[in-house]
Each structure stands twice: as C-alpha cells, then as structure tokens.
C-alpha cells in the first residue's frame, strides 16, 4: 500500500516525514533502536494495538539495487506468510509515494540473546534447552514451509518480555525453488556472518540453504552454553581448516552433558550430508525436557576428548548447576576418522564486542572472506541431494 506524504512535512534529514506518516497510521515515534546507509529500526507506539512496536524504515532512494531487487522483496513476502509464537510478528508493511517502506514489528523488548548472554554469562543446560527448543521450532517451522533464513546469529534473536526467543531480520531470507523432481536447488548467494557461517559457504560454493540454517544453530547452541565463539572468526582461512577436519572445543570449566557436547559435534559437521536435520535436531534427546538423570563429569585438566561419530542419542544427563564463568581452556571433540595426533594451541573464540542493529546492509561473504583453496568456478543450480 502507497501513502502519499502531505506538503510542507519535508526535513533535511526525513525525520520529520517518518514522524508524521507514522501519526497518521496509529503510531507516535519513540527512539531509534538502530541504523544504516539506507534503513533504520525505530520504537514506536501503537494506538491501536496498546502496545510498543519495532518499525523498520527503508529508503528506496538510498538503497542499492541489487537490494531492492532481490532481497527487500523476499524480505516483505517471507514476513508477510510467517506466523508462529517464537518468530516476530510483522503487524503491517506500507510504503510511501516517496520511496519509504515501513515494516511495522513485534518489539524484542528485552533486547538481542547476544547481549543478554554478554552481561549474563553462558546460559545453563536448562534455560538454553528451552531457548534452543523454541528456536529450532521456529526453524522447522519455515523449512516445512520452504523457507530458508540464512542469516541466523544470536543478535537476530530478541528476547520478549518474558525471556523467549523471538526470531528476526529476515533481510536474506528466501522461498526455496523446487526442480521438477521436488527437489530443492541450490543457493548461490553467499549471505550471512562469517562467524556463523557454514563452510562450505565461506568457500564460495553452491550450498543448501537449509542445512546452512543448521549450520549456523550449531554455533547459536554453542554460544548459549560455553558464552564464546566455537571459532575465532579473525582468520577466516585457519577457522575454515579448524571446520573442515570437524574440530569442536568445549570449555572445560562448563562440564556440559555428554548430550549437548553430541548434538553441537552434529550440528557442526563439515559433510552437508552428516549434519543434522531440524527434525533431527527436535527429536535429539538432548532437546528433550529432562526428567531424571545423573551429572556428567568433565575430562580432567588437560585431557582431550575424542569423538568416534557419537550416537545422536546417547544415554541422557543431568548438567551440573556451575555459574557462569568466563572462557577458559577447552577440551576438544577430534575428527571421526584419521590417526591420533597432538592437536594444536587453538585461540579461544572471541565474543563480538558491539551489538549489530537489525541488519540493514547485505555484503556478501565471498567478497571480503579469505578461503583456504581457491574456490572452483560455481557450477550450474542444481537440485540437492
């Protein structure tokens, strides 16, 4: 829908427009919650609905036309079909006829699960099994219906009034094609952060867009129960390396059950063909609501981990109720396959030190990200195995 702007509401800055087209449609401006070359996320207030409201604010003269051509239509058509309890709701999408589209959104009222985690410290096995729950069901909510998010990181996940999860900023977001056998084709847009990333995204190569969704769960989860990084994103090339032999270390100062440390090992698995599904990820025991169990013991001080494939549902745990502290060394889970050796000092995963606003830029990763190969020409869409 087109809104026309009344005459003399003009400011150098648009400030002024948004104000008084947002008054028109029910809603009184409050702070800004966050901006970009071309959009910004305001506050506001809804008289209509009684409640806060989150507007996303896109200017069609500032922004790119890849942009505008791709990704803001499939933003404003995925947002318009969602509707599920753990993923923000989109109250109304409008433009102007001077070239600004208003989103108009649930408001994350408690901020982003990142700086939740930032001032809390890791969450224990408890909260994050539920977080984690109501996230993967939100997932598998949009993969049924052929939606894939690609941009899944922990500022894309607001937290209501009440701490659950809410999923947002579906800026990469897309409705997958299907081949004429059902299959689903294969992405070639290289979207997303680095530190979030699949591998076979950062090297550049035709990827399936879902399994790169589980992908970037696995180092959700990961974040949730260790409060750092499972790679250091500084060095895309040895960060690449560290994935693709499917090397995952775990803080030994968490004593994390013998379940979570299986499901992140799958979740992080370098073969798309190996890792997870969402439907196995709901029906791993540990997403599971624990009734009884005992407490796994971690390694001791200095001990390596290694892991043979473990099971996707092994024997179920209690986690220990140990406080948040901060990152210590870790104990690894060492490729399935190949002779034992000394692993190498790895650097400990960094937490990113500014929070991002709802992403309102889309580089794309393999202009700026340093492979460990050159990667090979993409080859023709294809449907997935």
């Known amino acids: 829908m087109t809104e026309g702007t009344a005459s003399g509401t003009h400011s150098a800055s648009g400030t002024m427009d948004d104000t008084i087209v947002l008054k028109r449609r029910g809603y009184i401006m409050g702070i800004n ?27 069609r003269k500032k922004a790119p036309t890849d942009f505008l051509e791709k990704f803001l239509p499939r933003e ?13 709701k989109t109250y109304e999408i409008f433009e102007t006829s001077q070239g600004k589209v208003y989103i108009v959104m649930e ?30 069901s939100a997932i598998k909510y949009c993969h049924d219906l052929d939606i894939v998010h690609r941009d899944l990181k922990c500022e894309n996940l607001l937290l209501d009034k009440d701490y659950n999860i809410k999923v947002s900023d579906f800026g990469f977001s897309k409705h ?44 959700i989860l990961y974040i949730m129960v260790c409060g750092s990084m499972p ?4 060095n895309i090339k040895k960060m690449l390396r560290l994935q693709k032999e499917h090397r995952v270390n775990f803080p030994r100062s968490k004593h994390l059950s013998s379940d979570c440390k299986d499901l992140i090992y799958h979740l992080l698995h370098p073969d798309v063909h190996r890792r997870l599904r969402i439907d196995d990820i709901l029906s791993h025991k540990w997403v599971q609501p624990k009734i009884q169990s005992s407490v796994s013991v971690a390694p001791a001080l200095g001990e390596s981990s290694r892991s043979t494939e473990p099971s996707r549902t092994p024997e179920p745990t209690t986690p220990s109720k140990k406080p948040p502290t901060k990152p210590e060394p870790r104990q690894e889970a060492q490729p399935e396959a190949g002779p034992e050796a000394q692993p ?22 393999h202009q700026v990200q340093e492979s460990e190969e050159s990667p090979a020409q993409p080859p023709a869409e294809q449907p997935t195995q």
Not at 33 to 58: C, D, F, H, P, T
Not at 115 to 131: C, M, N, S
Not at 231 to 234: E, G, M, P, R, T
């Open 33 to 59: 919650l966050g901006e970009g070359s071309y959009a910004k996320v305001k506050s506001a207030y809804s008289e209509r609905l009684k409640i806060n409201v989150a507007v996303k604010i896109i200017d």
């Open 76 to 88: 404003i058509e995925v947002m318009a079909i969602l509707n599920h309890r753990s993923i923000i």
């Open 107 to 136: 408001l994350g009222v408690q901020g982003d699960l990142l700086e939740f985690i930032k001032t809390q410290g890791a969450l224990q096995e408890d909260d994050a099994r539920k977080k984690f729950h109501q996230l993967s």
């Open 176 to 219: 997958c094609v299907r081949d004429d056998s059902g299959q689903l084709t294969l992405s070639k847009t290289f979207c997303g952060s680095a530190a979030y990333a699949a591998p076979e995204v950062l090297q550049g190569i035709p990827y399936q867009p879902k399994v790169y969704d589980i992908w970037s769960l696995g180092v």
């Open 231 to 234: 790679y250091d994103d500084s």
């Open 344 to 365: 190498e000092a790895k650097p400990e995963g960094k937490m990113p030190v500014t929070r991002q606003p709802e992403a309102v830029a889309f580089p794309s990763l």
